[in-house]
């Protein structure tokens, strides 16, 4: 009797441990499956030594972090995050593990690389969240499209030429899982400092930096999307923070702004009148902020 009860009670609590199983609301289909390990350092075991520098990717859509800077290397390590499924399992299935090249061999939970990991999460909000998907996914955020409020509304951009039906409009609305930054660097990083945080979150980017909250001193550089005030340029999104209140909180949280234009050339003036301008008639500016040294 003493050996059963040595078998079973771990093996109820392991079941008790698991997530709730599959269910189904009015909205849809939901299945909570595993994404990664914990404790989070198993992520990254395989390495000869743990990361010395750890980034983060909001907004995987069509980019690459840790192929797109070439500062991305030995010691590195990045953690992507993408609530587009079929994004997010390119990026599974593009790892090739370096022992095998075959598709069908083995491939490690959740990684995009040898030195990175992908989520299908949304970051920057609590719980599970509305998540507008465009015709142009690109395009797909948190926030309400102006189109979907104001159907008649007259909407261009200069980038996208179908810009309202494609950029401005849902045309799908799905229930994704959120995460802020203060869990992932307090709780899955432990507090570890965190090298660059790369933002493309559709109108959102200023929501995913404030979701650090006190985390936000760890993070040393931090690149932001912003839109302009280009004229005669319909807003894509509603609720959406502007140009200067996004530059404002950057600065008062003590990071000074360097910036350049859509072609990498860099522009001189990085204060509040930046988003009073418009670069070769392109309303998206990406704005980069270093975390200036405190002085002892």
């Known amino acids: 009797m003493p050996s059963l009860l040595l078998w079973c009670c771990p093996l109820l609590h392991t079941w008790a441990s698991l997530p709730q199983p599959l269910h189904e609301t009015e909205d849809g289909i939901f299945a909570p499956v595993q994404v990664a390990r914990l404790p989070f350092?198993?992520?990254?075991?395989?390495?000869k030594k743990p990361p010395e520098r750890f980034w983060i990717e909001v907004g995987m859509n069509n980019w690459d972090l840790s192929v797109h800077y070439q500062d991305f290397g030995e010691g590195d390590f990045v953690l992507g995050f993408e609530p587009l499924l079929d994004k997010y399992g390119e990026r599974l299935a593009s790892y090739r593990p370096t022992h095998s090249a075959g598709s069908g061999k083995f491939r490690a939970l959740g990684r995009q690389h040898e030195r990175g990991l992908a989520f299908p999460f949304a970051v920057g909000c609590k719980g599970m969240a509305k998540f507008r998907v465009a015709e142009e996914d690109s395009c797909s955020t948190l926030l309400p499209l102006v189109a979907d409020t104001y159907p008649d509304i007259e909407a261009e951009h200069p980038a996208v030429p179908n810009f309202k039906a494609d950029c401005a409009t849902s045309a799908e609305v799905r229930t994704v899982p959120c995460i802020s930054l203060k869990h992932v660097i307090k709780e899955w990083l432990g507090g570890h400092e965190v090298w660059f945080l790369k933002v493309d979150a559709e109108g959102a980017d200023l929501a995913v930096v404030q979701s650090a909250g006190r985390m936000l001193r760890k993070i040393r550089h931090v690149q932001l999307e912003v839109h302009t005030e280009c004229g005669g340029i319909a807003p894509q999104f509603l609720n959406a923070p502007n140009c200067s209140s996004t530059v404002r909180f950057m600065h008062n949280a003590g990071y000074r702004c360097t910036t350049q234009d859509q072609e990498g050339e860099l522009l001189p003036d990085c204060g509040e009148g930046i988003c009073q301008k418009c670069y070769k008639n392109f309303p998206i500016l990406n704005?980069?902020?270093?975390?200036?040294?405190?002085?002892?």
Not at 41 to 47: G, I, S
Not at 287 to 296: A, E, G, K, T, Y
């Open 41 to 47: 350092h198993k992520n990254w075991a395989h390495l």
């Open 287 to 296: 704005l980069l902020f270093i975390r200036q040294r405190r002085r002892s």
